[in-house]
């Protein structure tokens, strides 16, 4: 059974930063994209962050770009979200993706607050 368990989440202060972990179980194989987006209550989901199979490729949202670093480490099937220099507005539920043969599979989401 797929699985996807996003872990990190938490309150931090304007400036500060957090590191959030997503441990994918049950493919049947490493080959897959990952992906971080975020939610705020009352808006679409929203993209962050992407990384390639093997995490040599990377791409950011504009708004994230220069703060926040994706990386993963295949072996242990867990994919990272550095989140640098934070700000009120990146307050939102972060959930995790993978895609994987043409479906995509989601997480339950890990909260960030970013307040003082």
């Known amino acids: 059974q797929v699985q996807l368990v996003e872990s990190g989440g938490g309150l931090v202060q304007p400036g500060g930063s957090l590191r959030l972990s997503c441990v994918a179980s049950?493919?049947?194989?490493?080959?897959?994209?990952m992906s971080w987006y975020r939610q705020v209550p009352g808006k679409e989901r929203g993209w962050v962050a992407w990384i390639s199979a093997v995490g040599d490729s990377t791409s950011y949202a504009d708004s994230v770009k220069g703060r926040f670093t994706i990386s993963r480490d295949v072996s242990k099937n867990t994919m990272y979200l550095q989140m640098n220099t934070l700000k009120p507005e990146d307050t939102a539920v972060y959930y995790c993706?993978?895609?994987?043969?043409?479906?995509?599979?989601w997480g339950k989401g890990t909260l960030v607050t970013v307040s003082s």
């Open positions: 993706k993978v895609r994987h043969q043409g479906m995509d599979y």
């Open positions: 049950g493919f049947t194989s490493s080959m897959y994209t």
